[in-house]
């Protein structure tokens, strides 16, 4: 039998969906991610989504907690430094690069991001830097990472600069 899974990563421009032997480890599951086209190593980590710890390659899916359409974060950094512009300013805060961009959008707009009201945030979203296409903030806060560094360049702007 095999499971499937909802893969993120670096290299991999969305969510993707493997397939693994129930019988797998971690290893494989790494190995398939670079099968699909994950820019990774074969050391690479895997985190189960909204997590903070890597997983040991040696265990098998059922021990790692990788079930059925379990969401996996398959990438070589342990900690990703989210930087954020808003106008003028810029914080900077570690996610683990697992964790949704949900999270981070939550950090950037409340008491130790910017501050900035529950209503004023209704109207903001998060882009990479210099882009104006809005990310899906259940997108993995790793999928995002460019190149070699473990660093995300967010903005956040309002609703109404997206172009459609």
Same mark, same amino acid.
């Given at each position: 039998?095999?499971?499937k899974?909802?893969?993120?990563?670096?290299?991999?421009k969305?969510v993707v969906v493997?397939?693994?032997?129930?019988?797998?480890?971690v290893?494989?599951?790494?190995?398939?991610?670079r099968?699909?086209g994950a820019?990774?190593?074969? /050391?690479a980590?895997?985190?189960l989504?909204?997590?903070?710890?890597?997983?040991?390659?040696?265990a098998s899916? =059922?021990?790692? #907690? &990788?079930?059925?359409?379990?969401g996996?974060?398959?990438?070589?950094?342990r900690?990703v430094?989210?930087v954020?512009?808003y106008?003028r300013?810029?914080k900077?805060?570690?996610?683990?690069?697992?964790?949704r961009?949900?999270?981070a959008?939550k950090?950037?707009v409340?008491?130790?991001?910017?501050?900035?009201?529950?209503? /004023?945030?209704q109207d903001?979203?998060?882009?990479?830097q210099?882009?104006?296409?809005?990310?899906?903030?259940? =997108?993995?806060? #790793? &999928?995002?990472?460019?190149?070699r560094?473990?660093k995300?360049?967010l903005?956040?702007?309002?609703?109404?600069?997206?172009q459609g």
């Amino acid at each position: 039998m095999t499971r499937k899974l909802f893969l993120q990563g670096p290299g991999l421009k969305k969510v993707v969906v493997i397939e693994v032997e129930d019988a797998a480890h971690v290893a494989d599951v790494i190995s398939r991610a670079r099968e699909v086209g994950a820019d990774v190593d074969v /050391d690479a980590i895997a985190m189960l989504e909204d997590t903070d710890d890597p997983l040991d390659h040696g265990a098998s899916l =059922d021990a790692a #907690g &990788l079930r059925e359409k379990a969401g996996v974060h398959v990438g070589r950094c342990r900690k990703v430094s989210v930087v954020v512009r808003y106008g003028r300013d810029t914080k900077e805060e570690d996610f683990s690069p697992a964790q949704r961009l949900r999270l981070a959008f939550k950090w950037a707009v409340g008491k130790r991001g910017f501050d900035i009201s529950d209503g /004023d945030a209704q109207d903001l979203v998060l882009v990479i830097q210099g882009q104006q296409q809005s990310l899906d903030l259940d =997108d993995q806060i #790793g &999928l995002h990472i460019a190149g070699r560094e473990c660093k995300v360049r967010l903005e956040l702007i309002p609703s109404d600069r997206i172009q459609g």
